[in-house]
């Protein structure tokens, strides 16, 4: 199958596929043959043993290296192991071992084997499998715990263990075992020999027949013995044994139990002797007590029984009791294991066994179970006399106990509480888990020793550790010591370490046991709290508070420094209520006196204030005192605790503050000027008087933000209230608006600075209110009178254009029409009389020139006066006016109009032509420009004009202090159409000057 499965051709490559499995285990594996030939070892195992265990071994093979015994002595090959036999019930499952290697490491192993046999269960070998258990045998504290528990176990249920060494003749008991024969447990256990003392003769003969059969056949035995306790009585015991093998198999000793079954075999006996009183018995006996027929059925139920399952016995009467009671799991369990193997076997079967018993109403009881059997008269077993204990509640005290134990475990962890033992014969150290954790120390990298324990010590602290250490042996006291440890990455820690040594009877020390606290953090506080004291005194010193306290019994005071240098009376001098009471004003003598008589009954501090004649330089000083009384353990006032504080550059300062705010009242009185603060975190606004004076409400009332909303003008509520719920977002809240008082109108500008916490809520501002009616008064006339020169102005250059078009045609039509009339009265000049006259001739043209000049200069003027252009639109006016600055200037200058008509009626073209006209001169005379761009865009309501230079520019804020009439007079033409222009440069950036012109402009008159 597995040839087809895995396409294999050949038996050698099915074999080679075994081979790689087993190779692949993880643990160390060896195949043996049927002749106990090593024929394969996988990798693990080679890594495990050191060699190859399929070659010869050398000849020092066994001595030097190899398997050897958990006794470390003696050695055997792998084929000589007591693990193989075609019948594995005459083998153990498995054994320990040690694995010595070459290189001197060594391992401890669990060896176990698993037979492999052919399709017809024929034997072909062996797999031999070794498990690395060194972990397990790095666990002594475990196991001393383990002991411990175990010894407790016994205890309560009274059962001791015991183990015979046959070859040594070596018997080792239990405490318990000690307990159940009233021995004392510092002597030695008695050998096998003397075994016959403390049995009857009767018993004694049973158990030495029984000890022989075990030892020849390997059978173990279970038997009821009488056993002689120390006082004389006779105790009831069961005793079972079991044999001990060694490495090879051979029997070397018996181990076992003896448990303590008198009281048992007492009501055993009772109710054998007594079998006509069963009945009595079974109803009065506070155990459970049931009596089973043969098969299991349920003959008799006990009162007992009755209240612990909440049946009655007819309820149960017949019926299988592992069918009422038991929950399915444990029935076939108790059936076959216990009650059946009882009716058929009832010698050697156990008659003790424990379970849970399910009660009618659900609720389930643990159950100890002891088996009596009654037999026919031909021996026969006919019933089953079981007598229960219900340990519930014990059980449940075990399981509280191991919770108890766990909590235990996790307080020290917890409190890093650690525990340690000394071995002071070897000593060897044995730690808690807490100690690992407190040292930050791997179990298994730790050499456990005192030496190695004292590495980790500070080196300045070593020497007092072992002083206290071997003090505390020569003096056999506990001793106590705290000091550090030093970590290897050079932290510190400090642990306190308690230890007390344990002697023996004869005063010999064994083991000192302790433990270890890391105190570490507890340390660093009191190294703080000291440097805060240090620091508080230091405080109270620059703070000039003094400390003092009262001895109501003896009337004197404690003053530390500070309280003498307050009052100025020499340090340590004697302090009493008539020394102080000479310093106080005597104005305040009677305050002082009442608040001392209010701490007599009061359970909280007092406060007050004084005054002093300081002693030594007769200086006046403001004292703020605090005290509180204290009581003595019976509740009786015993003293009084207080300070002194020296508040005198405060008292001074808050005079200052006084003075000051009484001079900014008065300050804001005159300016009309009023300030007020908010804090939302506690709920409170605050005026100044002022604010009440400008918004004519009473001082001191209370105001919402609603109160404040009502008092301003209808008309501006609104644009107030978004105003501030923008500055809560984080604007700038610099407002003008009006309230309505008594009838009257007011303006006022509000300004304020708003505080917000890190997810923008309001937490407190600060602002000021400013009465500024007057000045919008002086505002609104001032605004008026620039309405009106404005409209002057412009009415001045609507009249200027006027003008300047009459005299353009006057100009033109009257003046050039005369000029040209003179020209032609000359010409005829010329023919009539300079034909034959050269020098009339020479006369008449030079006349002519200039007044040709003359002609163009008329025309020069009438065309600055008004283009004619002009009369073509502006378009073509400024196509006109941007070829001839190109001309004139040589400065390169493009001009972008919209493709569709610019349609500006007559007024707006001249504004627009005029601040070309002056952007153009500008560009000529200051900018030193190369170039000049000049646009109109369209849109539904402006034209927009831009001129823009590359010259050098100039600083826009230089020509508000200079007379730049010529772009304040671009700025007052564009305002004249109800449009605006702006001026935009820099130094080196040229210069853009921008007009808005409205496509309907409003011409102010």
């Given at each position: 199958?597995?040839?087809k499965?895995?396409?294999?051709?050949?038996?050698?490559?099915?074999?080679?596929?075994?081979?790689?499995?087993?190779?692949?285990?993880?643990?160390?594996?060896?195949?043996v043959?049927?002749?106990l030939e090593?024929?394969?070892?996988?990798?693990a195992?080679?890594?495990?043993?050191g060699?190859?265990?399929?070659?010869?071994?050398?000849?020092e093979y066994g001595?030097q290296?190899?398997?050897?015994?958990?006794?470390?002595?003696?050695?055997?090959?792998i084929t000589?192991?007591?693990?193989?036999?075609?019948?594995?019930?005459?083998?153990?499952?498995s054994?320990?071992l040690?694995?010595?290697?070459?290189d001197?490491?060594?391992?401890?192993v669990?060896?176990?084997?698993?037979?492999?046999?052919?399709?017809?269960?024929?034997?072909?070998?062996?797999?031999v499998?070794?498990?690395?258990?060194s972990?397990?045998?790095?666990?002594?504290?475990?196991?001393?715990?383990?002991?411990?528990?175990?010894?407790?176990?016994?205890?309560l249920?009274?059962?001791?263990?015991?183990?015979?060494d046959?070859?040594?003749?070596?018997v080792?008991?239990?405490?318990?075992l000690?307990?159940?024969?009233?021995?004392?447990?510092?002597?030695?256990?008695?050998?096998?020999?003397?075994?016959?003392?403390?049995?009857?003769?009767?018993?004694?003969?049973?158990l030495?027949?029984?000890?022989?059969t075990?030892?020849?056949t390997g059978?173990?035995?279970?038997l009821?013995?009488d056993?002689?306790?120390?006082n004389g009585?006779?105790?009831?015991?069961?005793?079972?044994?079991?044999?001990?093998?060694?490495?090879?198999?051979?029997?070397?000793?018996?181990?076992?139990?003896?448990i303590?079954?008198?009281?048992?075999?007492?009501?055993d006996?009772?109710?054998q002797?007594?079998?006509?009183?069963?009945?009595?018995?079974?109803?009065?006996?506070?155990?459970?007590i049931?009596?089973?027929?043969?098969?299991?059925?349920?003959?008799?139920?006990?009162?007992?029984c009755?209240?612990?399952?909440q049946y009655?016995?007819?309820?149960?009467?017949?019926?299988?009791?592992?069918?009422?009671?038991?929950?399915?799991e444990?029935?076939?369990?108790?059936?076959?294991?216990?009650?059946?193997?009882?009716?058929n076997?009832?010698?050697?079967?156990?008659?003790?066994?424990?379970?849970?018993?399910?009660?009618?109403?659900?609720v389930?009881?643990l159950i100890?179970?002891?088996n009596?059997?009654?037999f026919?008269?031909?021996?026969k077993?006919?019933f089953?006399?079981s007598?229960?204990?219900?340990?519930?509640?014990?059980?449940?005290?075990?399981?509280?106990v191991?919770?108890?134990?766990?909590?235990?475990?996790?307080a020290?962890?917890?409190?890093q509480l650690g525990?340690?033992e000394l071995?002071?014969?070897?000593?060897r150290?044995?730690?808690s888990d807490?100690?690992?954790?407190?040292?930050?120390?791997?179990?298994?990298?730790?050499?456990?020793?005192?030496?190695?324990?004292?590495?980790?010590?500070?080196?300045?602290d070593?020497?007092?550790?072992?002083?206290?250490?071997?003090?505390?042996l020569?003096n056999?006291?506990?001793y106590e010591?705290?000091?550090?440890?030093l970590?290897?990455?050079?932290?510190?820690?400090?642990?306190?370490?308690?230890c007390e040594?344990?002697?023996?009877?004869?005063?010999?020390?064994?083991?000192?046991k302790g433990?270890a606290?890391d105190?570490?953090q507890?340390?660093?506080a009191?190294?703080?709290?000291?440097?805060?004291?240090?620091r508080?005194?230091?405080?109270?010193k620059a703070?000039?508070?003094?400390?003092?306290?009262?001895?109501?019994?003896?009337?004197?005071?404690?003053?530390?420094?500070q309280?003498?240098e307050?009052?100025?009376?020499?340090?340590?001098?004697?302090?009493d209520?008539?020394?102080?009471?000479?310093?106080?004003?005597?104005?305040?003598?009677?305050k002082?006196?009442?608040k001392?008589?209010?701490?007599?009954?009061?359970?909280?501090?007092?406060?007050?204030?004084?005054r002093i004649?300081?002693?030594n330089d007769?200086v006046l000083r403001?004292?703020?005192?605090?005290?509180?009384a204290?009581?003595?353990?019976?509740?009786?006032?015993d003293?009084i605790?207080?300070?002194n504080?020296?508040?005198?550059p405060?008292?001074?300062?808050?005079?200052?503050l006084?003075?000051?705010?009484?001079?900014?009242?008065?300050?804001?009185?005159q300016?009309?000027?009023?300030?007020?603060s908010i804090?939302?975190?506690?709920?409170?606004?605050e005026?100044?008087?002022?604010?009440y004076?400008?918004?004519?409400?009473?001082?001191?009332?209370?105001?919402?933000?609603?109160?404040?909303?009502?008092?301003i003008?209808?008309?501006?509520?609104?644009?107030v209230?978004?105003?501030?719920?923008?500055?809560?977002?984080g604007?700038?809240?610099?407002?003008?608006?009006?309230?309505?008082?008594?009838?009257k109108?007011?303006?006022?500008?509000?300004?304020?600075?708003?505080?917000?916490?890190?997810?923008?809520?309001?937490?407190?501002?600060?602002?000021?209110?400013?009465?500024?009616?007057?000045l919008?008064?002086?505002?609104?006339?001032?605004?008026?009178?620039?309405?009106?020169?404005?409209?002057?102005?412009?009415s001045?250059?609507?009249?200027k254009?006027?003008?300047?078009?009459?005299?353009a045609?006057?100009?033109?039509?009257?003046?050039?029409?005369?000029?040209?009339?003179?020209r032609?009265?000359?010409?005829l000049?010329?023919?009539?009389?300079a034909?034959?006259?050269k020098?009339?001739?020479?006369?008449?043209?030079?006349?002519?020139?200039?007044?040709d000049?003359?002609?163009?200069?008329t025309?020069?003027?009438?065309?600055?006066?008004?283009?004619?252009?002009?009369?073509?639109?502006?378009?073509?006016?400024?196509?006109?006016?941007?070829?001839d600055?190109?001309?004139?200037?040589?400065?390169?200058?493009?001009?972008?109009?919209?493709?569709?008509?610019?349609?500006?009626?007559?007024?707006?073209?001249?504004?627009?032509?005029?601040?070309t006209?002056?952007?153009?001169?500008?560009?000529?005379?200051?900018?030193?420009?190369?170039?000049v761009?000049?646009?109109?865009?369209?849109n539904?309501?402006?034209?927009?004009?831009k001129?823009?230079?590359?010259?050098?520019?100039?600083?826009?804020?230089?020509r508000?202090?200079?007379?730049?009439?010529?772009l304040?007079?671009i700025?007052?033409?564009?305002?004249?159409?109800?449009g605006?222009?702006?001026?935009?440069?820099?130094?080196?950036n040229?210069?853009?000057?921008?007009?808005?012109?409205?496509?309907?402009?409003?011409?102010?008159?």
């Amino acid at each position: 199958m597995p040839i087809k499965r895995f396409k294999l051709k050949t038996l050698e490559d099915e074999l080679n596929l075994v081979y790689g499995v087993i190779n692949n285990i993880a643990n160390a594996v060896v195949v043996v043959d049927f002749s106990l030939e090593v024929i394969f070892q996988n990798k693990a195992a080679t890594l495990l043993h050191g060699i190859d265990l399929t070659k010869p071994f050398p000849q020092e093979y066994g001595i030097q290296y190899g398997i050897i015994s958990t006794d470390g002595i003696s050695t055997c090959r792998i084929t000589n192991l007591p693990l193989f036999s075609t019948v594995s019930e005459e083998i153990p499952s498995s054994i320990e071992l040690h694995i010595k290697r070459p290189d001197g490491t060594g391992t401890p192993v669990s060896a176990s084997v698993r037979p492999l046999l052919d399709q017809n269960a024929n034997l072909l070998g062996w797999l031999v499998e070794f498990i690395d258990i060194s972990q397990q045998k790095h666990l002594p504290n475990e196991l001393r715990l383990l002991t411990s528990q175990l010894e407790d176990y016994q205890s309560l249920a009274n059962i001791g263990s015991w183990s015979w060494d046959a070859i040594n003749d070596n018997v080792h008991w239990s405490n318990q075992l000690y307990r159940i024969f009233g021995l004392n447990q510092n002597t030695p256990p008695p050998n096998y020999a003397n075994h016959s003392k403390i049995y009857t003769p009767e018993s004694y003969s049973q158990l030495n027949a029984a000890v022989q059969t075990a030892l020849n056949t390997g059978q173990a035995y279970e038997l009821d013995l009488d056993a002689i306790h120390s006082n004389g009585t006779i105790k009831k015991i069961i005793a079972r044994g079991q044999v001990k093998r060694d490495l090879t198999g051979k029997i070397t000793g018996i181990y076992g139990v003896a448990i303590d079954i008198t009281e048992r075999k007492r009501v055993d006996q009772q109710l054998q002797r007594q079998r006509d009183f069963l009945n009595a018995v079974l109803e009065n006996a506070g155990a459970l007590i049931v009596v089973l027929d043969k098969d299991g059925r349920i003959c008799r139920f006990n009162h007992a029984c009755e209240e612990a399952t909440q049946y009655s016995f007819k309820e149960v009467e017949g019926r299988f009791v592992w069918d009422l009671f038991l929950v399915p799991e444990e029935r076939e369990t108790v059936y076959l294991n216990a009650f059946k193997a009882l009716i058929n076997n009832p010698i050697s079967s156990r008659a003790t066994y424990r379970n849970f018993w399910t009660a009618k109403n659900g609720v389930q009881r643990l159950i100890d179970w002891s088996n009596t059997l009654l037999f026919d008269e031909s021996g026969k077993v006919e019933f089953v006399v079981s007598i229960g204990e219900d340990i519930t509640e014990t059980h449940h005290a075990q399981e509280l106990v191991h919770t108890s134990v766990r909590r235990l475990n996790e307080a020290q962890r917890i409190a890093q509480l650690g525990s340690w033992e000394l071995d002071l014969k070897s000593k060897r150290l044995f730690w808690s888990d807490e100690i690992f954790r407190i040292f930050e120390i791997d179990k298994s990298e730790f050499d456990a020793s005192y030496e190695a324990f004292l590495e980790y010590v500070h080196p300045d602290d070593q020497d007092s550790v072992h002083q206290a250490y071997t003090k505390s042996l020569e003096n056999r006291g506990p001793y106590e010591i705290t000091h550090r440890l030093l970590m290897p990455d050079g932290r510190i820690k400090w642990i306190n370490e308690c230890c007390e040594t344990i002697y023996d009877d004869q005063g010999n020390a064994l083991v000192s046991k302790g433990t270890a606290h890391d105190i570490t953090q507890r340390k660093l506080a009191e190294i703080q709290l000291s440097h805060y004291s240090e620091r508080l005194r230091l405080a109270c010193k620059a703070a000039a508070i003094g400390i003092c306290e009262w001895d109501i019994n003896t009337g004197l005071a404690k003053w530390d420094d500070q309280n003498y240098e307050i009052f100025g009376l020499p340090k340590q001098s004697s302090i009493d209520y008539q020394t102080w009471a000479k310093l106080v004003f005597r104005e305040d003598i009677p305050k002082t006196t009442s608040k001392l008589r209010q701490l007599m009954g009061a359970t909280h501090e007092i406060h007050w204030e004084f005054r002093i004649h300081r002693q030594n330089d007769g200086v006046l000083r403001y004292i703020q005192a605090a005290a509180i009384a204290g009581y003595n353990d019976n509740g009786e006032l015993d003293k009084i605790v207080g300070i002194n504080i020296d508040i005198t550059p405060f008292k001074q300062i808050e005079t200052a503050l006084r003075e000051k705010k009484a001079h900014l009242a008065q300050a804001q009185t005159q300016a009309l000027l009023g300030s007020w603060s908010i804090d939302i975190v506690n709920n409170i606004i605050e005026w100044s008087d002022e604010c009440y004076r400008i918004f004519e409400i009473p001082i001191d009332k209370p105001l919402a933000y609603q109160d404040f909303l009502a008092l301003i003008y209808p008309e501006d509520q609104a644009a107030v209230d978004k105003a501030w719920q923008a500055a809560k977002q984080g604007e700038r809240y610099d407002i003008q608006h009006r309230i309505l008082v008594n009838g009257k109108i007011k303006w006022l500008r509000e300004c304020a600075e708003l505080i917000l916490s890190d997810d923008g809520q309001l937490l407190r501002g600060l602002g000021t209110v400013q009465d500024i009616t007057e000045l919008k008064v002086v505002e609104q006339n001032l605004e008026y009178s620039r309405l009106q020169i404005r409209q002057l102005a412009a009415s001045c250059e609507k009249a200027k254009e006027d003008e300047r078009k009459r005299i353009a045609l006057e100009v033109h039509d009257e003046l050039g029409q005369m000029l040209s009339a003179l020209r032609m009265q000359i010409s005829l000049l010329r023919i009539k009389f300079a034909d034959n006259n050269k020098q009339l001739l020479e006369q008449i043209h030079s006349i002519m020139e200039l007044l040709d000049k003359t002609i163009q200069v008329t025309r020069d003027v009438a065309t600055a006066l008004r283009p004619p252009v002009l009369e073509m639109g502006i378009a073509s006016a400024l196509e006109w006016l941007v070829s001839d600055f190109s001309k004139q200037s040589g400065i390169e200058c493009e001009l972008h109009l919209p493709k569709t008509p610019v349609n500006l009626n007559e007024d707006s073209s001249i504004v627009v032509f005029r601040i070309t006209q002056e952007s153009l001169t500008n560009v000529l005379r200051h900018s030193a420009a190369s170039r000049v761009i000049i646009s109109i865009a369209a849109n539904p309501d402006y034209y927009v004009l831009k001129i823009h230079d590359n010259g050098k520019g100039f600083d826009p804020s230089v020509r508000t202090k200079t007379k730049s009439f010529g772009l304040i007079g671009i700025q007052e033409r564009a305002l004249m159409l109800g449009g605006d222009a702006t001026i935009d440069s820099a130094s080196g950036n040229g210069t853009l000057i921008q007009v808005r012109i409205p496509t309907n402009p409003i011409i102010e008159p």
